[in-house]
């Protein structure tokens, strides 16, 4: 073989390979890590350690859907499918390619293809919580596609919402929060009368819906989402949850094939709209936003101090000698919860109260308790006679209320475990 020769099979060959390489960085479901979670075969162009976290996260939002609908029977036999993409360039080329769908205006998207199921999303430039929360949401599409033959897009969109604020602690996903942004907006709705009203919202079909998004500047498609989110937190939650059992047997005769308007009947009787919306504003009108990261972090704070309490042989009954105890001690915590590092001053008092955000007076705010070890608050006239300490707890919340307690570990120690009270 000649000089000239070698030094063009050399070449060649280089070409070759930077080909190659080129087509393993362009395509995406080559180089994407694949495995099984607990639900969902996943696709992730994150490292290793970020793709187990988010298929983590969408295993128990997942559970979180089938606490909500756990009684209901598939349609349709399904997997389910999770892609996770860093960037959107290749989120739009895989979903444009692949599935043969459009892509803009979108951070997430189900998508179905024969028997399999598709959550996608991407990070980008909105960050990791943005990236969760389109999952959340879009993870309930997924759902109830195999779940529902034809639920109202109000239902659909508002109980997506739902989940979308959501919040991850300890293994579950805590639903019912109320964003101080999101009460503000619709708050000026209401008062500028711009909804949607009943009568309309309840039936407009999923073409209307996909319309609303696309004309003029989309306005009335956000009013849409923000008003759905809000009629499916009055049916999950008002009224100490008096209409959550219509609400879910509502969705249980969807599941059995009923048509829509035999399903609300079956469920709430005959619909009087004037009524019903009458009770929506007036609940809508009087909620207060909630911060459930700051107040599990406050709860962090209080149980680090009970179990510091504990080890001095000192059992406060009430959130005050908690308090008392905690500032003779010059108590100080740290917490690491949602993945920010805050120090926590006992001499403040907020961190013994929940935090809340309302527009006119709250007569009765929600409170934390010091509570035993069936969530029972504690009567500050007994003496405490247990041996794992006092739990905290929270009364009041608007959707759900919270419980922290203890389990005893070996050596007498404890680990401090997070639900719903």
Same mark, same amino acid.
């Given at each position: 073989?000649?000089?000239?020769?070698?030094?063009?099979?050399?070449?060649?060959?280089?070409?070759?390979?930077?080909?190659?390489?080129?087509?393993?960085?362009?395509?995406?479901?080559?180089r #994407?890590?694949?495995?099984?979670?607990?639900?969902?075969?996943?696709?992730?162009?994150?490292?290793?350690?970020?793709?187990?976290?988010?298929?983590?996260?969408?295993?128990?939002?997942?559970?979180?859907?089938?606490?909500?609908?756990?009684?209901?029977?598939?349609?349709?036999?399904?997997s389910?499918?999770? !892609?996770?993409?860093?960037?959107?360039?290749?989120?739009?080329?895989?979903?444009?390619?692949?599935?043969?769908?459009?892509?803009?205006n979108?951070?997430?998207?189900?998508?179905?293809?024969?028997n399999?199921?598709?959550?996608?999303?991407?990070?980008?430039?909105?960050?990791?919580?943005?990236?969760?929360?389109?999952?959340?949401? $879009?993870?309930?599409?997924?759902?109830?596609?195999?779940?529902?033959p034809?639920?109202?897009?109000?239902?659909?969109?508002?109980? @997506?919402?739902?989940f #979308? &604020?959501?919040?991850?602690?300890?293994?579950?996903?805590?639903?019912?929060?109320?964003?101080?942004?999101? !009460?503000?907006?619709?708050?000026?709705?209401?008062? @500028?009368?711009?909804?949607?009203?009943?009568?309309?919202?309840?039936?407009?079909?999923?073409?209307?819906? &996909?319309?609303?998004?696309?004309?003029?500047?989309?306005?009335?498609?956000?009013?849409?989402?923000?008003?759905?989110?809000?009629?499916?937190?009055?049916?999950?939650? @008002?009224?100490?949850?008096?209409?959550?059992?219509?609400?879910i047997?509502?969705?249980?005769?969807?599941?059995?094939?009923?048509?829509?308007?035999?399903? /609300?009947?079956?469920?709430?009787?005959?619909?009087?709209?004037?009524?019903?919306? #009458?009770? /929506?504003?007036?609940?809508?009108?009087?909620?207060w936003?909630?911060?459930?990261?700051?107040?599990?972090? &406050?709860m962090d704070?209080?149980?680090?101090?009970?179990?510091?309490?504990n080890?001095?042989?000192?059992?406060?009954?009430?959130?005050?000698?908690?308090?008392? $105890?905690?500032?003779?001690?010059?108590?100080?915590?740290?917490?690491? *919860?949602?993945?920010?590092?805050?120090?926590?001053?006992?001499?403040?008092d907020? *961190?013994?109260?929940i935090?809340?955000e309302? $527009?006119?007076?709250?007569?009765?705010?929600?409170?934390?308790?010091?509570?035993d070890?069936?969530?029972?608050? *504690?009567?500050?006239?007994?003496?405490?006679?247990?041996?794992?300490?006092?739990?905290?707890?929270?009364?009041?919340?608007?959707?759900?209320?919270? *419980?922290?307690?203890?389990?005893?570990k070996?050596?007498?120690?404890?680990?401090?475990?997070?639900?719903? &009270?």
């Open positions: 073989m000649t000089k000239s020769t070698i030094c063009f099979a050399i070449t060649m060959l280089g070409l070759l390979m930077q080909d190659e390489q080129a087509k393993a960085q362009g395509d995406w479901t080559q #994407a890590l694949k495995f099984r979670s607990k639900y969902y075969e996943v696709q992730s162009d994150f490292d290793q350690e970020e793709s187990q976290d988010l298929a983590s996260h969408m295993d128990l939002t997942a559970d979180a859907y089938i606490r909500l609908l756990g009684g209901l029977r598939p349609q349709r036999s399904v389910l499918g999770l !892609l996770l993409f860093q960037e959107q360039d290749d989120y739009q080329d895989v979903l444009t390619r692949h599935f043969s769908v459009p892509t803009q979108s951070q997430g998207m189900m998508m179905a293809r024969g399999q199921m598709y959550l996608a999303g991407f990070q980008g430039r909105y960050g990791n919580q943005r990236m969760r929360e389109v999952l959340q949401h $879009e993870g309930f599409h997924q759902f109830s596609t195999i779940l529902f034809n639920i109202p897009s109000w239902a659909d969109e508002g109980t @997506a919402e739902v #979308a &604020r959501g919040v991850p602690f300890d293994g579950k996903l805590v639903v019912g929060q109320v964003d101080a942004e999101d !009460l503000r907006r619709i708050h000026a709705i209401l008062d @500028a009368d711009d909804f949607r009203h009943f009568g309309d919202m309840f039936t407009i079909d999923a073409d209307g819906w &996909r319309q609303s998004l696309q004309t003029g500047s989309g306005q009335q498609g956000s009013v849409n989402y923000l008003q759905a989110w809000t009629m499916s937190h009055f049916f999950l939650f @008002a009224e100490d949850k008096k209409y959550q059992k219509p609400f047997k509502f969705l249980t005769l969807l599941n059995r094939n009923a048509e829509y308007p035999v399903a /609300w009947v079956g469920a709430f009787g005959e619909p009087n709209f004037d009524i019903m919306e #009458a009770r /929506w504003q007036e609940y809508v009108k009087n909620l936003a909630e911060d459930y990261r700051e107040t599990i972090r &406050r704070f209080l149980s680090a101090g009970i179990l510091f309490l080890g001095q042989d000192v059992v406060p009954l009430t959130i005050e000698q908690l308090k008392s $105890e905690l500032r003779s001690h010059r108590f100080k915590h740290t917490s690491e *919860l949602f993945g920010k590092e805050v120090t926590f001053d006992v001499n403040d907020e *961190l013994f109260t935090p809340i309302s $527009e006119k007076e709250v007569t009765n705010p929600p409170v934390f308790e010091l509570v070890t069936r969530g029972k608050t *504690l009567d500050a006239t007994r003496p405490y006679k247990v041996r794992t300490p006092p739990g905290i707890a929270t009364s009041g919340l608007q959707a759900e209320n919270f *419980l922290l307690k203890w389990n005893v070996k050596g007498n120690t404890f680990e401090p475990t997070f639900g719903p &009270r």
